[in-house]
């Protein structure tokens, strides 16, 4: 069974600093596409970053361009999100999410619960 | 980036009624849309991928269709635990899109 464990969120100062993780299990990790995506509260999906299974390629929306950072460690099958220089419009929940590839294409078939981020002073 | 706009936004419905959200995107996407059901308090599940490909488990009242910039999600016959939030979203280039999504419920 495919299980994404976020963990890390929290309250944070505007101008802070969170790192994220997401502890994997169920299928083989380093196979595998992974995402990261926010949801505000009461509002809709939006799309943070991607990561390919190798690590080699990574892909972040503008929003977050510059300020956050993903990885993610192959031999310990968990996914990171560093996240400096907080907004307070980075609050939402942040989910894990993993990739299901065909040619290239990855859509995200299952995804963690969510781990909550709160940027405020 | 590509815009993603779903209609409508929210309707009512009953039980046993055919339903259909539409999602248009601002350029082509080809085929490489999916659709996601969230429920309150619970991550997004993908139903469909590939415009058209049902996922495992998903039940076969639901079906996509559509290629290119115009698309649909079709309950034929809704039930109870379908009342939901439904979400497209474009993962033919970065960044990633999804619809603002489109509220299904009791009427």
């Known amino acids: 069974e495919v299980q994404l464990l976020e963990s890390g969120g929290g309250l944070v100062q505007p101008g802070g600093s969170l790192r994220l993780s997401c502890a994997a299990s169920?299928?083989?990790?380093?196979?595998?596409?992974m995402s990261w995506v926010r949801q505000a509260p009461g509002k809709g999906l939006e799309w943070v970053s991607t990561?390919?299974?190798?690590?080699?390629?990574?892909y972040y929306a503008e929003s977050v361009e510059g300020r956050f950072t993903i990885s993610r460690d192959n031999s310990e099958n968990t996914l990171y999100l560093q996240m400096n220089s907080l907004r307070a419009e980075d609050t939402a929940l942040y989910y894990c999410?993993?990739?299901?590839?065909?040619?290239?294409?990855?859509?995200?078939?299952?995804w963690g619960q969510g781990t909550l981020v709160t940027v405020s002073s | 980036a590509i815009r993603m706009t779903q209609s409508p936004s929210s309707f009512s419905a009953s039980t046993g009624d055919r339903v259909t959200i539409t999602c248009r995107a601002s350029?082509?996407?080809?085929?490489?849309l999916a659709w996601y059901q969230q429920k309150p308090g619970k991550a997004p599940k993908l139903l469909i991928s590939?415009?058209?490909t049902l996922q495992d488990g998903v039940p076969s009242r639901f079906s996509g269709s559509g290629s290119g910039t115009d698309f649909t999600l079709i309950i034929s016959c809704l039930q109870s635990e379908d009342f939901a939030v439904y979400f497209c979203?474009?993962?033919?280039?970065?960044?990633?899109?999804f619809g603002q999504g489109t509220t299904v419920e009791v009427k």
């Open positions: 979203q474009q993962y033919y280039n970065y960044p990633w899109t």
């Open positions: 990561i390919r299974d190798s690590g080699a390629q990574t």
């Open positions: 999410a993993k990739g299901r590839c065909v040619s290239g294409y990855c859509p995200n078939d299952y």
């Open positions: 169920g299928f083989t990790f380093s196979g595998y596409a």
């Open positions: 590939a415009a058209s």
């Open positions: 350029q082509d996407i080809s085929s490489y």
